[in-house]
């Protein structure tokens, strides 16, 4: 899958699946693409990649027809213009609550390599020079922006952040909402499927993607996915591992 078909079927609400990658392991390349994935989420936020680790995965994943998606650290243009750089077709930004820091990401994506008074002046006015717009939209027609929704203060800007022209898709990150909205880790909390049923009809509305960080089993995912769910990005490198291998040692601890 390319960057441009990827993001078509966010707006169009098309289903794609992935997961996360913790470790800068060329192995699980091979892996990703014998199961089938169509992204990876390259978790540049709380995991210690280095930008030279960025890039070398980057590359591994475009070269299989993986969409390599980065979350950066914070919503700030000069760590989504690096990431970028070294090969990421999709930015996440976590912990979004503002207007300003959802137009500063899609400025920073959709508009490489503009920076500086044009480029605000461009996404305010909607007007730019003919030849500079055909070259940016085709420079950047495969790169997409994706921003985390983590909290109550997210929740009661979803309209308006929704409404940002040139966001791709909203990603629920169900560890810290939980935990925001006073009720950590309980993922079959009402209040917190409330939320989540929330997102994806904001999210549907305006014609976004949306989906969901989940590890915890497939049943609320496909639940969510029959009300309009398509980002799924379900456990990682890491998780898969120790819950196969802990199945595995327990079963065989038991002949002891």
Known sequence: MNGNIFIQKLHEGNP??????????????RIAKEIGLDFVFIDNEHRPF???????L?????????????RIPGPDASLACMAL?????????????????????VGAVKYSPLKGEILK???????????TLEFLNQQNSHRSV????????????LEELAAVP??????????????????????????FIRDVEEIIRIGRKYKLGVGIH????TSPIIKWMEKGLNLILYSSDYMAARQKLGEDFKKLREME
Do not use: M
């Open 214 to 217: 989940a590890w915890w089993g």
């Open 50 to 56: 280095s930008r030279q680790d960025i890039a070398n």
């Open 146 to 157: 994706i921003i985390n929704i983590e909290s109550q203060p997210a929740l009661e800007n």
């Open 16 to 29: 794609v699946f992935g997961s996360a990658i913790t470790q800068p392991c060329a192995l699980w390349t």
């Open 166 to 191: 040139g966001l791709d898709a909203l990603l629920i990150g169900p560890h810290d909402l939980t935990i925001n909205s006073g009720y950590p880790q309980e993922y079959e909390h009402s209040d």
């Open 121 to 131: 002046k461009g996404q305010k006015t909607g007007v730019w020079p003919a030849k």
């Open 85 to 105: 750089d070294s090969g990421a077709w999709g930015i996440v930004a976590p912990y979004i609550e503002r207007v300003a820091d959802v137009e500063e990401l």
């Open 58 to 70: 980057c590359q591994l994943y475009a070269a299989q027809e993986i969409v390599p998606i980065v």
